[in-house]
């Protein structure tokens, strides 16, 4: 590391102009432009007595890049109120977005003089490759909005988006949205209730496009650029796909929202938000033209993009807050929210299943629903895995000797012969969170939690330290709970006992059997319910009279803490992590003490 060195140089410069022109009849234009422009130049150099640069003299690796994004927008607005009662808003606007990116790397081997950090010291050249990208949109929208009187709201908009993602005969999409809503307590029959002090009902449908589910050039046929015997090679990676559109996102809100008792805030809402002509890249079969990449046994599969299906989510959302305590000296608020979120794919093409990875996305299940095998348990007379048996392959597994009968049940000891099953969904039954803001005085203290209940997290980690390898005589990791592995028959146990299996056991630790042993299954789907202390904060402000003889107006103390704590169903699982189940090697996130100080003149 004292040999080596390694600079990275970044430059940005951006810009924005904006001129908004005042028209008779309330029209306004407004013109907008933005211009962001970033390079960075990096250089990395490993030098030729010890570490990647000793074996072919030193090396000097040199990579840069180019960004530039430039927006402009056009919007014409006009406001108008008549007979004091009549609101109307419109707009009109045009957009461009364009992203540009250029890409240059290169490393060369071989340093000629000491101390010469430069391309040009450094003989013989390893490769030199580069690329150029771009990204552009179009958009062209229109909103309308009116209200009556503050009582009755109507609003509406449309929007036409086109991108460089899509062929050009498939390149523009439309989507509009509807929305009204009815302030209630404005109506006579509400006025005089005096224990509701608001009370509003909405409801609204949109539609929102999305082109990122595909890459910038999705659509077409695109090629490796590469060399043989000296001559130009393409190898092609994935068909064209001219046919691909937008993605449509449909989303329907109903809500009811107000405040009763002059004390309790709350709001109650109805959503069904339907993604349909999902962006995928498909993975085509060998037949399709795949290649072997690297070796044979690498396979590069081709692909090709497609709109597959439809997607729903729905659910309810409740938010309560309630002024426990209001008076002179003491106030006590406490909030509480829920999400209810129901995930299923609703259509896809000619309804047939597509696997993937541990999920198989299939009508009327969820795409965060788990598809794998099933752990029977440990069998107590040999301490190995078993799992449900698919009884089309039993004759193969026998062959294998990968099949074990326990009291007249065939089982596998091997997911090559295993039956997948559904196994429970990611997505959790309820999350949200709760706070606490309590005062006294000049004294504030404020609490967060946020929780989630329900729901599956594949602990990968976690399977990992339970499965041990020829490469842990070196030092591997593992997981205390493999000091619980099989070591013995139970006494009193026999091939029929009623217990042979057990279905909470550890099995044998066995670096030459460990992959089945500890396979991908079930066995490490765990509880992604969690409850988290999020934020604690304490604050105090001296009172004003004691400030102004020192001429400052105000003075306060803070002091705080973040993620004072985290309870999961095991010790170091991080089920805020991601979203669909899965999970990495990442810390919980870290615990943060605050102090502060504010004084205002």
Known sequence: ???????????????????????????????????????????????????????????????????????????????????????????????????????????????????????????????????????????????????????????????????????????????????????????????????????????????????????????????????????????????????????????????????????????????????????????????????????????????????????SNRGWEISLNADVINNNDWKWNIGVDATFLKNKIVKLPDGKDILHGMQNYSEGHSIYEWYTYHFEGVDQMTGTSLYTLDPDKKSAAQEAGALTTINGTDYATATSYAKRDWAGSALPTVYGSISSALSWKNWDLNMLFTYSLGGKTYDGSYASLMGVSESGAAGSAYHKDILNSWKEVPAGMTETSANRIDPNGTPRADFYKSSDLNATSDRWLTSSSYFVFKNLNLSYSLPKRWLKSVGIEGLSLTAGVENLFTLTSRKGLNPQYSFNGGSDDTYVTARVYNFGLTVKF
């Open 1 to 311: 590391m004292l040999y080596n060195k390694q600079e990275s140089v970044r430059n940005v410069l951006g810009g924005q102009a904006f001129a908004t022109i005042s028209l008779p009849y309330g029209l306004s234009l407004t013109v907008k432009g933005d211009l962001n422009n970033s390079t960075s130049n990096n250089k990395k150099y490993d030098n030729p007595e010890i570490g990647d640069g000793a074996t072919n003299g030193g090396r000097l690796t040199s990579y840069a890049y180019q960004y530039k994004t430039v927006t402009l927008q056009e919007i014409l607005s006009w406001n108008y109120q008549f007979n004091q009662v009549h609101n109307v808003e419109a707009m009109v606007a045009h957009e461009n977005y364009s992203w540009e990116r250029k890409y240059t790397s290169g490393m060369n081997t071989g340093m000629a003089v000491d101390g010469n950090l430069t391309m040009g010291n450094f003989l013989n050249n390893s490769y030199f490759s580069g690329s150029d990208d771009e990204d552009k949109t179009e958009s062209y929208l229109a909103r309308v909005k009116y209200n009556y009187d503050n009582r009755y709201f109507v609003e509406g908009s449309f929007r036409r988006d086109g991108s460089s993602r899509f062929h050009k005969d498939n390149r523009w999409g439309n989507f509009y949205s509807v929305g009204a809503s009815w302030n209630m307590k404005q109506e006579a029959f509400l006025q005089d209730v005096d224990w509701v002090d608001a009370l509003k009902l909405r409801a609204s449908y949109g539609e929102v496009g999305n082109n990122m589910g595909v890459s910038l050039y999705g659509h077409m046929a695109l090629y490796t650029i590469d060399k043989n015997g000296g001559e130009a090679a393409l190898v092609k990676q994935s068909l064209s796909a001219p046919d691909i559109k937008w993605e449509t996102t449909q989303t329907v809100d109903v809500a009811v929202e107000g405040r009763l008792f002059n004390r309790l805030n709350f709001q109650i809402g109805y959503f069904d938000k339907r993604s349909k002509d999902l962006l995928f890249e498909v993975r085509l079969p060998l037949s399709a033209g795949s290649y072997p990449w690297v070796d044979d046994s690498a396979p590069m599969n081709l692909t090709q993009y497609k709109n597959i299906g439809t997607v």
